[in-house]
């Protein structure tokens, strides 16, 4: 390296001053970089999490984690999971430092399947939130504040979409078997149809009672209460963790899941944009670390590889350290 | 002097990039122990939503706890998993200013909390989340029972 200096010193001799640079920190320009960078993921995700103290402490109501379908012990298999793929990581530079590549590509795919395992459980809880019409935000969230006349004429107006649905489907149907009653009879999707037509019908009485009940009704608190008990033959809400009376998901979109009717959830709209904004950017992260290890499984794993694997390292630790916030501020409070 | 700086800059750099640590090897059964630790503190925490907790009636109690929690494992990756606690000074020059910015960062927040009111805009009242009465459930319940007869 210093006859290499000396070449360089001598290409710029031609009347300039040899300037000497050295680094202000002893550590490489790559571990440099990563600090720096992950000082400002500190505050970026500071800036998150502050935000989502704020706005959950300031709601005026927020939803049990049982009914946005939270599950806790869920969470706490992925922090788990986390936890593993850091000390992998660990090991992973650990063996390259002492050049046994082979024990450091077996650590190094370790992590990138902890990663993978990771965001599949991620999906699945997104998944959950997904079938019951929790969305951050329209056209697909069906998520109502309180039960009001609002969200009775939002229930009318979806069982009327799905009735003329089944109508169309119906008559479809009927069309193609027009020469053949015996065959139209024996239809089973057309037997189904009609079963779902039935129940779209009893619920669509069932609803235009509750409107009208609401609206009529002399006092606010008879209004309310039918409105309420229209929100909770649809979705019951969740229930406290030592209760264990009742099923907390046992509505008419359990039972059924084509009705797709909008739900109420206090405080639901909220919690769905702080859960989805907060998880999501720390997945994002997750799948940048994965790109990294995806591109580093076909690399040799020496010394010569140290630096590299510890900065990657170092933002993997990061990573997990986000999740252990997370994890009990949308799980567990 | 000045190629003596540079070569001794480098050897540092050299140093850090590849034996590391400045010469404290950190074995492997230390972050066996880590592990092991963040993996108790993860059921600590966890432990809050058993019913074994005794303190469901107290939130504030179980959030401080979790707080304290995870400022422990957080602290336990950092200085291990990250290798701060062997790093030499300069780790304070890149922690210390992160660490005030974030603060003021949420300095910032505080007037969000301090300035709220329970007053609201009639129209923001309108489509506002109700907040369930004391006894979670309670309005439910009692809706479902005046809600039949007006169904049929």
Known sequence: MATAHATAHDDHAHGHVGLEYHPGLPISNGKLIVWLFLSTEIMFFAGLIGTYIVLRFGAPTWPLPHEVHLSEPIGAFNTFVLICSSVSVVLCMESAKKNNTSAAKGWLLTTFVLGCVFLGVKMYEYNAKFSHGIYPALPHSRIYEKADLNYASAVRLRLEALRSGLDAESAAIKERYAEDPAGLEQNADLAEINERLALVSKLTADAQAVETTAATANNVTASRAALNGLANKIMPLGHHPGDESGDAHHGLNDEHHWLKLPIVIPGGNMWASTYFLLTGFHAIHVIVGLIVFAMMIPMTLGVMATGFIENIGLYWHFVDLVWIFLFPLLYLF | ?152
Not at chain 2, 29 to 39: E, H, N, P, T
Not at chain 2, 76 to 87: A, G
Not at chain 2, 111 to 127: H, L, N
């Open chain 2, 1 to 152: 002097m000045t190629h003596h700086g540079h070569q001794h800059a480098h050897g540092s750099m050299h140093d850090d990039a590849h034996a590391g640590d400045h010469g404290h090897d950190v074995g492997i059964s230390k972050y066996i122990y880590v592990f092991l630790a963040l993996c108790v503190l993860t059921g600590a925490s966890f432990f809050t939503y058993s019913s074994l907790w005794p303190f469901h009636s107290q939130p504030a109690i179980g959030w401080t706890f979790m707080m304290a929690v995870s400022c422990t494992k957080a602290m336990l990756v950092i200085l291990f998993f990250m290798h701060v606690k062997y790093e030499a000074n300069w780790k304070y020059v890149l922690t210390i200013p992160a660490a005030f910015m974030s603060l003021f960062l949420l300095l910032a927040l505080v007037p969000d909390i301090g300035m709220r009111s329970r007053w609201t805009a009639e129209e923001r009242q309108q489509f506002m989340a109700e907040p369930r009465d004391a006894g979670h459930g309670e309005i439910v319940k009692h809706g479902e029972e005046h809600a039949e007869p007006a169904a049929h």
